[in-house]
């Protein structure tokens, strides 16, 4: 008799409510189209992946496509006798290499004779080679005396010709617009000072004395003048140095900074406002920042611009605000009952947190940490407003406290070059950045992955 009046009510609410009838035409329509919504939202995430991945892609291919030559440098291999009546054996480094690297040079081609031709044949070398020779003599001063075969950079036009980047002849401007005239006359390239360079630098292509071996200078050398000798090991210094002051102030001021406030402030309203202004931090434009620095640490403190400790400090100001973000998340993220089974043997509170939560979210300390160093590896603007941007030709003097430039601003100064080998150069350094950057975040994953526990 029960399951008769229940079967009666149930019918008679079907008909009241057909809503709830999930068999009902109306209910199949609706199901199908929540399924279809799920359906075009899932396809609209897969486009949104797909695009960026097509977007990241492009870049990498632009990128790749306009740098690749600057990993290659055009060397000439040139046979130079090492004369001990011009270099001093005492102090090898104060010989003038100059004159003795364009005798070798010329001498290949003892044709030329008129004193201008000589001067335009000289300019297919590099004028840095004299210091390749330099340096190679004061690291073998045993071979003072003898001749060496050393293989010295092509200058950039001639670097550029023999990668296909440059044409040898341009189109001719017209007379009185500067603009082609349409008639397909061609012009010699005004890089090249005469006819005559390049039927020497075809003579050298046909006598087999050029190689493109792989441009080791785009690490090891500072920046320099010539595009062919510049490197980036001066940018690395100046961004390690600034990465090392970075990561000595946030990290340890963020831990401490989101620990308190995790654990141990109290909730009133100043613990709210510090709060919401750390989350709002996050987001500022890192211009501010290194605004904030030219104003307090240059301008107020005294300190000289242009240092990687200064750039250190700003990047440190820009990072703690992730670090605290990142690091309040990882505490959360333990489960209380890890607290509370330690205050149930009689640790402290400080003894729960230091010996029991901060061990167990130290992975995702870890990760945001070096997330946040990545992001200040790759910052420009607070770095151009401290002036650290420095020409910096060498490595061997640089510290904490003398002018020093980093990778971004390198870039920076290489792009707005108008040398034609410089394109290239910035291009490379991107892609040196970027690859950077993608290890530093490789680790990161590796860390958390490795350390990270399930509960």
């Keep these: 008799m ?34 279809g919504r799920d359906r075009l939202l899932r396809i609209f995430g897969l486009g949104a992946v797909i695009t960026a991945l097509m977007l ?30 011009k270099i001093d054996r005492e102090n090898p480094g104060k010989t003038k290499y100059r004159k003795m690297t364009k005798q070798a040079f010329n001498a290949y081609f003892p044709e030329v004779k008129n004193r201008k031709d000589k001067r335009n044949l000289s300019k297919i070398l590099s004028s840095g080679a004299q210091y390749i020779v330099r340096d190679y003599v004061v690291s073998h001063p045993e071979l003072i005396g003898q001749t060496v075969s050393l293989n010295l950079p ?9 990668k296909g980047v440059i044409p040898r002849r341009i189109d001719a401007p017209g007379k009185n ?35 493109s071996p792989f441009s080791w200078e785009l690490f090891v050398n500072a920046d320099s003048r010539f595009p062919e000798l510049a490197g980036l090991a001066g940018a690395f210094t100046g961004s390690l140095l600034a990465l090392l002051v970075c990561f000595l102030i946030s990290f340890p001021v963020g831990i401490a900074a989101a620990i308190y406030l995790e654990e141990f402030a109290p909730k009133n309203r100043f613990t709210d406002f510090v709060e919401v ?52 998340a990882a505490l959360k993220a333990v489960p209380p009952s890890i607290r509370e089974a330690a205050l149930g043997v009689g640790a402290s509170r400080h003894e729960v947190v230091l010996h029991h939560v901060l061990p167990l979210a130290m992975p995702g300390i870890l990760t945001g940490t070096i997330i946040g160093l990545a992001q200040a ?19 061997e003097n640089l510290g904490l406290m003398e002018p020093a430039t980093a990778l971004p601003t390198q870039i920076f100064a290489w792009g707005d070059s108008p040398e034609r080998g410089f394109v290239s150069r910035t291009s490379a350094a991107i892609l040196v950045l970027i690859g950077f950057l993608v290890m530093m975040n490789l680790v990161a994953i590796y860390l958390r992955q490795k350390f990270e526990r399930k509960w």
């Design 154 to 162: 092509l200058s950039d036009p001639f670097d550029q010709l023999q």
């Design 377 to 395: 590896l790759g910052e420009t603007a607070p770095l151009l407003l401290i002036g650290m941007n420095a020409f910096i030709p060498s490595i």
């Design 277 to 328: 202004n750390i989350n709002n931090l996050a987001a500022v434009p890192s211009v501010v920042f290194g605004l904030l620095a030219l104003a307090v640490f240059i301008n107020f403190f005294g300190l000289p611009r242009s240092v990687p400790l200064v750039g250190g400090m700003a990047l440190a100001l820009m990072t703690l605000p992730t670090i605290i973000v990142s690091t309040r």
């Design 56 to 85: 990241l892609a492009i870049l990498i291919a632009s990128l790749t496509y306009t740098g690749y030559v600057a990993f290659y440098t055009t060397k000439v291999k040139v046979e130079i006798f090492l004369d001990p009546q």
């Design 2 to 35: 029960t399951d008769i009046l229940d079967h009666q009510i149930a019918e008679r609410d079907k008909l009241a409510n057909p809503r709830h009838d999930w068999a009902s035409d109306n209910a199949r329509r609706r199901i199908k189209r929540r399924y």
């Design 177 to 211: 617009s500067g603009k082609n005239d349409g008639n397909g006359e061609k012009m010699l390239n005004p890089r090249f000072k005469s006819e005559k360079v390049l039927v020497w630098f075809d003579t050298l292509v046909a006598r087999d004395m050029l190689s």
